[in-house]
């Protein structure tokens, strides 16, 4: 094999090899990556909102008294979601916001609801609730567990596009922006609810 062939086959695999490292492969994949993630909380809120009717259902004949609550918890459904994020829309800071502001309070008036339940035992021993609460609970447990890998594939693509050698491909040929992690905004989040159980 002539020396020119070999040089050029070498000369072709290094020049392969550095364009892999520049970000044409990586850039695209962890972008897709925070999109899949971001699809599984997508899910997970859903699952959350179509539970939500069931449970409001019934607590309706059992707890007349809770009805401002109920009330609340149907209007911060419907709030929570008329807000859609496209996949475009992981690098826009304000709807991201906007999106976690709505989740926020729909989550804060489930838990108000919840808690004031503990005031009435028949509802409590009802099996269609007790089913139902178990479901929402389980629905939060998967919300943070698709947020965190959702805000965890954000962090591993944000670093890959400011990393060389990847961040020669992400701006001169992606043009990648950075992705906006998911952060709840329930203020006071940090503090234990205070719950009061005394009747009027």
Not at 3 to 26: D, E, K, P, Q, Y
Not at 140 to 156: L, S
Request: a negative charge; charged letters at 20%.
């Amino acid at each position: 094999m002539p020396f020119a062939t070999m040089l050029r086959g070498a000369l072709a695999a290094a020049l392969a090899f550095s364009l892999a490292a520049c970000g044409i492969n990586s850039v695209p994949a962890a972008e897709e990556e925070a999109k899949a993630k971001w699809a599984d909380v997508e899910a997970q809120f859903q699952r959350r909102a179509n539970l939500i009717p069931n449970l409001v259902e019934v607590a309706k004949g059992a707890a007349e008294n809770e009805r401002t609550i109920l009330t609340q918890v149907t209007e911060a459904r419907a709030k929570a979601t008329a807000i859609n994020i496209t996949p475009d829309d992981l690098t826009d800071p304000a709807k991201m916001e906007a999106f976690a502001a709505a989740q926020s309070q729909l989550g804060a008036g489930i838990g108000r609801l919840l808690a004031s339940f503990e005031a009435y035992p028949q509802i409590q021993s009802n099996q269609n609730f007790l089913a139902l609460q178990s479901q929402l609970e389980g629905t939060e447990n998967r919300i943070a567990v698709a947020i965190r890998d959702y805000n965890e594939a954000v962090r591993k693509y944000n670093t890959t596009i400011r990393t060389f050698p990847d961040i020669i491909g992400a701006k001169v040929i992606h043009g990648a922006e950075p992705m906006v992690p998911y952060k709840a905004v329930t203020e006071g989040a940090e503090a234990a609810p205070k719950i009061d159980m005394t009747t009027n």
